[in-house]
């Protein structure tokens, strides 16, 4: 095609690309010239963004409308770092074991995302340059020192009620646990998130709104700079009911806990251990089902 013959529509859709890709990138798809590429973008008043090299969707977390969103920002908020240096733009730092790199395969795809992780040791991290999305996160709660001042209250004013629970299994994959000691039996099982105490107690009063018994501890070993400490979800009623609330019909999840729970769904249902507390917690969170419908 000789670069006379490119139509207004082809000359949008190079302009629609050229965050991402290259002038040569571009010449080399659409059989032009880089000359061509570089005089459209002159004539377009078209500039690359400083971080022009990888590409990601700077509006990605300005709503948070889909149940994938709340889950990536509840990951976030537990395991994501976002800080700015002076002169410097903003940053979103995500660091999880190698083992779990999918869940940040997918995010780099929704968040339609160039980016590429970087791995180390045992470790994957995946780091994204941006003032946008830095200042996005701090809108909705997430600040650079969150491991004690995040807010579960602040947080979900900014989520829709539908895509709570998203959020919820996001923060759990980061900084809950599924925890069963080998030989110990099925009622057992612990299933507890950690952080800083009033998130917990925020997120505890929720839970319990909704249906979830569970308590919150305050850490008193004087280990921590701050007031930190873990919720738990009590007796295997509750333990089923809010692992199905999380995990059950979901769209995005980490495998590794997503298997922990199809794993403690199982016992619970087939009733290996013949207990009667199996048997009520599958009905009563049959009831705990209807009741969030209504």
Request: glycine share 6%; aromatic share 14%; proline share 1%.
């Amino acid at each position: 095609m000789s670069k006379s013959k490119f139509s207004d529509e082809i000359k949008q859709e190079i302009l629609s690309k050229s965050d991402r890709m290259t002038a040569k990138e571009l010449a080399k798809e659409y059989g032009s010239s880089r000359s061509f590429v570089l005089k459209l973008w002159m004539d377009n008043d078209y500039h690359k963004p400083p971080s022009f090299k990888y590409y990601v969707n700077q509006d990605y977390f300005k709503e948070i409308n889909t149940a994938k969103k709340a889950y990536f920002l509840g990951f976030i908020s537990a395991d994501g770092c976002v800080y700015k240096r002076e002169k410097h733009q903003g940053l979103l730092s995500i660091s999880i074991q190698k083992r779990d790199d999918e869940m940040l395969k997918q995010m780099i795809i929704d968040m339609d995302s160039t980016h590429h992780l970087l791995y180390r040791s045992n470790y994957c991290t995946l780091a994204i340059t941006s003032d946008s999305i830095y200042q996005d996160l701090l809108n909705l709660g997430v600040s650079q020192r969150k491991s004690w001042s995040i807010r579960f209250d602040e947080i979900i004013k900014h989520v829709p009620n539908e895509f709570i629970r998203d959020y919820i299994r996001g923060y759990f994959d980061g900084n809950g646990s599924i925890s069963k000691t080998e030989g110990v039996i099925q009622s057992k099982v612990a299933v507890s998130i950690v952080t800083n105490i009033w998130f917990l107690e925020e997120m505890g009063e929720y839970l319990n709104g909704i249906g979830l018994t569970c308590s919150v501890k305050e850490d008193t070993s004087g280990q921590y700079s701050d007031r930190f400490g873990a919720l738990n979800v009590i007796g295997t009623t509750n333990k089923y009911s809010f692992l199905n609330y999380l995990y059950k019909d979901s769209e995005i999840y980490l495998e590794r806990k997503y298997n922990r729970y199809l794993d403690y769904k199982d016992k619970v249902d087939k009733n290996y251990t013949n207990r009667s507390e199996n048997r009520v917690a599958v009905i009563e969170y049959d009831k705990f089902k209807k009741q969030l419908a209504s």
